[in-house]
């Protein structure tokens, strides 16, 4: 197969051709799909446990450890416009949510965790959470904003998404559902919530106006966002890890967590935030794959399944071919399937 004949693979059908991913573009109808047991939950129960939200991935162990700390090098114009956007919004963030990371003194074991904590090389744990809730809440603006143009610009032309919305609008939850579980460990101040309106409606409206000029500049500007969020999270569990965070050391993971992420009973709050990191890293894979297609006409290779999380732990992103790629392998692997249903159904 071609380069050429590949890329074909990505650009999408017109709204009268048939999908070559079955029955629509999303994947199979919930009517084609095999009868499940209904599942009546207890609504006089407040506090709903199960499948109540989008997709979102649960990982195993290795998962939770396989994440690097990835950067992609800004290639053409657009690309260094966002990677210093991040740069300058991540300034920004560090005023504001007062955070710092200065490397430890020569000296650092003869000093007690106060003494590194006055001298500015720690925080402790309330200032991470000011950090995390202050990213957290900017962090779930650009999937809702870019799914919201994505699902305009589809009315308006009276044509398919291409499969972007429902990944973009994941994304968005999932960011969202990281703020709910940090805000089960910390409320926040009147001051500190007026901050993070102000910040949400200058940098809603700015994302809002820079996605409908360039949408793959935003995917790239996202995807250096979220390299920025894998590492301060990595920064996190470090300082755990290594004993600066003791009120965290033993933390039970709140419930909240435990649902969405399918932890154990006895789950961590370290545990928490490995399974946020590794989100983030999902995130940044996305991103910048969706920065590297043709927002106008390419299939959003995510519609219908994802690579491994070995792949979206230690690669920055698929470039366009590799998209193309991995669709056709979608396509093999659907296909494969629906012959062994077939045969199946047969005998």
Same mark, same amino acid.
């Given at each position: 197969?071609?380069?050429? =004949?590949?890329?074909?693979?990505? $650009?999408?059908?017109?709204?009268?051709?048939?999908?070559?991913?079955?029955?629509?573009?999303?994947?199979?109808?919930?009517?084609?799909?095999?009868?499940?047991? %209904?599942? *009546? %939950?207890?609504?006089?129960?407040?506090?709903?446990?199960?499948?109540?939200?989008?997709?979102?991935? *649960?990982? =195993?162990?290795?998962?939770?450890?396989?994440?690097?700390?990835?950067?992609?090098?800004?290639?053409?114009?657009?690309?260094?416009?966002?990677?210093?956007?991040? &740069?300058?919004?991540?300034?920004?963030?560090?005023?504001?949510?007062?955070?710092?990371?200065?490397? #430890? %003194?020569?000296?650092?074991?003869?000093?007690?965790?106060?003494? #590194?904590?006055?001298?500015?090389?720690?925080?402790?744990?309330?200032?991470?959470? &000011?950090?995390?809730?202050?990213?957290?809440?900017?962090?779930?603006?650009?999937?809702?904003?870019? +799914?919201?143009?994505?699902?305009?610009?589809?009315?308006?032309?009276?044509? &398919?998404?291409?499969?972007?919305?429902?990944?973009?609008?994941?994304? +968005?939850?999932?960011?969202?559902?990281?703020?709910? =579980?940090?805000?089960?460990? /910390?409320?926040?101040?009147?001051?500190?919530?007026?901050? *993070?309106?102000?910040?949400?409606?200058?940098?809603?409206?700015?994302?809002?106006?820079?996605?409908?000029?360039?949408?793959?500049?935003?995917?790239?500007?996202?995807?250096?966002?979220?390299?920025?969020?894998? !590492?301060?999270?990595?920064?996190? !569990?470090?300082?755990?890890?290594?004993?600066? #965070?003791? *009120?965290?050391?033993? #933390?039970?993971?709140?419930?909240?967590?435990?649902?969405?992420?399918?932890?154990?009973?006895?789950?961590?709050?370290?545990?928490?935030?490995?399974?946020?990191?590794?989100?983030?890293?999902?995130?940044?894979?996305?991103?910048?794959?969706?920065?590297?297609?043709?927002?106008?006409?390419? $299939?959003?290779?995510?519609?219908?399944?994802?690579?491994?999380?070995?792949?979206?732990?230690?690669?920055?992103?698929?470039?366009?071919?590799?998209?193309? /790629?991995?669709?056709?392998?979608?396509?093999?692997?659907?296909?494969?399937?629906? &012959? /062994?249903?077939?045969?199946?159904?047969?005998?």
């Amino acid at each position: 197969m071609t380069s050429s =004949t590949r890329l074909n693979q990505l $650009v999408a059908k017109t709204t009268n051709q048939k999908s070559q991913l079955g029955p629509g573009t999303e994947g199979p109808h919930i009517k084609d799909l095999p009868p499940k047991t %209904p599942v *009546v %939950p207890d609504v006089s129960d407040r506090n709903i446990r199960g499948d109540w939200v989008l997709f979102h991935p *649960v990982y =195993t162990q290795e998962e939770l450890r396989s994440v690097e700390v990835l950067h992609r090098e800004a290639k053409t114009f657009s690309d260094k416009i966002a990677y210093n956007f991040v &740069r300058l919004l991540r300034w920004g963030f560090d005023i504001a949510s007062g955070y710092k990371h200065k490397p #430890l %003194p020569p000296n650092a074991k003869e000093l007690t965790l106060d003494d #590194l904590r006055r001298d500015g090389y720690l925080m402790d744990e309330s200032q991470w959470l &000011r950090r995390i809730l202050f990213l957290e809440s900017i962090a779930a603006v650009p999937g809702m904003v870019a +799914a919201a143009l994505r699902h305009l610009r589809s009315l308006r032309l009276m044509r &398919r998404d291409c499969g972007w919305i429902h990944t973009l609008l994941e994304e +968005a939850e999932n960011e969202r559902m990281h703020l709910m =579980t940090f805000m089960s460990l /910390k409320n926040p101040s009147p001051v500190f919530r007026a901050m *993070v309106i102000a910040a949400q409606g200058v940098f809603y409206n700015a994302f809002f106006f820079c996605y409908l000029i360039s949408p793959s500049t935003c995917h790239r500007f996202v995807g250096h966002l979220e390299e920025e969020a894998v !590492i301060t999270y990595t920064r996190c !569990i470090e300082e755990i890890e290594a004993g600066h #965070l003791p *009120v965290w050391s033993n #933390l039970p993971a709140p419930e909240i967590a435990k649902d969405y992420w399918r932890l154990g009973p006895d789950a961590k709050f370290l545990n928490v935030v490995y399974a946020v990191r590794s989100d983030e890293s999902n995130h940044r894979f996305v991103n910048h794959s969706l920065a590297s297609l043709n927002w106008k006409s390419d $299939v959003n290779p995510f519609a219908l399944r994802e690579p491994s999380m070995a792949t979206k732990a230690t690669v920055v992103g698929f470039e366009r071919e590799d998209s193309a /790629k991995f669709i056709k392998e979608t396509h093999h692997a659907l296909e494969e399937a629906s &012959r /062994k249903v077939s045969d199946t159904t047969s005998s």
